[in-house]
């Protein structure tokens, strides 16, 4: 898994504030400096937020992709810390599940814009 590592501290650059944060957590989790699932979960929390406030993504498909891969990089920095895991499980259900949503209310006013628009007329039906 080194290429994607490469790959989303690559990605991670273009925000130095949002790097910062990843390695500072990292580093936490090696050190064992965070003690607790609680607050081991409220650091990974803190971090995946500011990652989505902060990065940009064209596709749902990209940014579950960025995620999932942040997760594998903090679940190897600590891999006893279960907690880990566990949130970015949450996250990328969240994220899922709120594109879902997206997707079906945009085809839901696609199919009423569609219903309500006035029918045009037809040389065929004019009598």
Not at 47 to 56: F, M
Not at 77 to 85: F, Y
Not at 96 to 114: G, I, M, Q
Request: charged content about 25%.
């Amino acid at each position: 898994m080194a290429a994607p590592t490469r790959e989303l501290k690559a990605w991670l650059e273009e925000w130095p504030a949002v790097r910062e944060l990843v390695d500072e957590l990292v580093l936490s989790l090696k050190r064992r400096q965070l003690i607790g699932s609680y607050e081991t979960a409220r650091m990974t929390t803190r971090v995946l937020c500011k990652v989505l406030e902060t990065a940009k993504w064209t596709t749902a498909g990209e940014i579950l992709e960025k995620i999932h891969q942040l997760g594998h990089m903090l679940t190897k920095a600590n891999a006893h810390e279960l907690v880990i895991g566990n949130v970015v499980r949450r996250v990328l259900y969240i994220i899922r599940e709120e594109h879902s949503n997206a997707l079906k209310l945009s085809l839901a006013n696609a199919a009423d814009d569609s219903a309500v628009a006035p029918p045009r007329s037809s040389p065929f039906l004019e009598s």
